[in-house]
């Protein structure tokens, strides 16, 4: 039972445009969502956070939207740089852990 | 303030084995938890503890445990080792306003 869904495994974005990546989730007790940015082999590194009372939250590139109707959250990354390209996890809060989704691969293109 | 370390970095056991597994989390974050990464399941909750106390397991077999000191570094451990374990052993440690702050993790593949 897959509580949090990125459906997109895999997105490619020139550089300088808008990166959005988007992650789905059923489970309406979770209460934090986070957004994280993992290499290989090495952990996630924390990147934005929104809690569930709010529906925006933004920090320099990145900007998380939360719908709550929707049990929907976006990530937005703007201007996208080279270094962006990662694999990115949404997760969600709840019960005292985390429950991620199955990642999306970053590639932004030169 | 140093980060999560987590030792050792790479490991290799083989089948039957078992293994122990060390984090110490962020100096005064006292909610350690466990999470194993995989290829094919992805980032999955193991367990957390808050002062010395499991407050929570995820969906794994009896042979993965853990513990937490009263420093609040953390060990797992998992017993009878089978090539499916062979995973990232990622630790996090969790401050008051819901910041998860994650290790290098443990890289332990089994043969």
């Known amino acids: 039972d897959q509580q949090v869904k990125q459906n997109s495994p895999s997105l490619s974005v020139q550089e300088g445009r808008i990166s959005i990546l988007n992650c789905d989730y059923t489970n309406s007790m979770f209460d934090y969502f986070l957004w994280y940015k993992k290499y290989p082999a090495e952990g996630p590194t924390f990147l934005i956070s929104?809690?569930?009372?709010?529906d925006k939250n933004e920090d320099g590139r990145f900007t998380v939207f939360l719908n709550k109707s929707a049990k929907h959250l976006s990530l937005h990354i703007v201007p996208s740089q080279p270094g962006d390209s990662a694999v990115y996890f949404c997760?969600?809060?709840?019960?005292?852990?985390?429950?991620f989704g199955t990642g999306t691969r970053l590639t932004i293109i030169p | 303030k140093a980060g999560v370390t987590q030792t050792p970095r790479y490991l290799i056991k083989t089948r039957g084995q078992q293994v122990t597994l060390s984090c110490s989390p962020i100096?005064?974050?006292?909610?350690v938890s466990w999470y194993q990464q995989t290829p094919g399941q992805g980032l999955q909750f193991l367990f957390e503890?808050?002062?010395?106390?499991?407050?929570n397991k995820g969906n794994f077999p009896g042979r993965f445990s853990g513990r937490q000191f009263s420093n609040s570094r953390s060990e797992m451990n998992v017993s009878t080792l089978e090539l499916g374990d062979s995973a990232l052993y990622l630790c996090?440690?969790?401050?008051?306003?819901?910041?998860?702050?994650f290790g290098s993790g443990t890289r332990l593949t089994v043969v």
């Open positions: 997760a969600a809060s709840g019960n005292e852990k985390l429950t």
């Open positions: 929104i809690s569930s009372i709010k």
């Open positions: 503890y808050f002062s010395e106390t499991q407050r």
């Open positions: 996090a440690s969790r401050s008051r306003n819901y910041g998860y702050t």
């Open positions: 100096s005064g974050h006292r909610s």
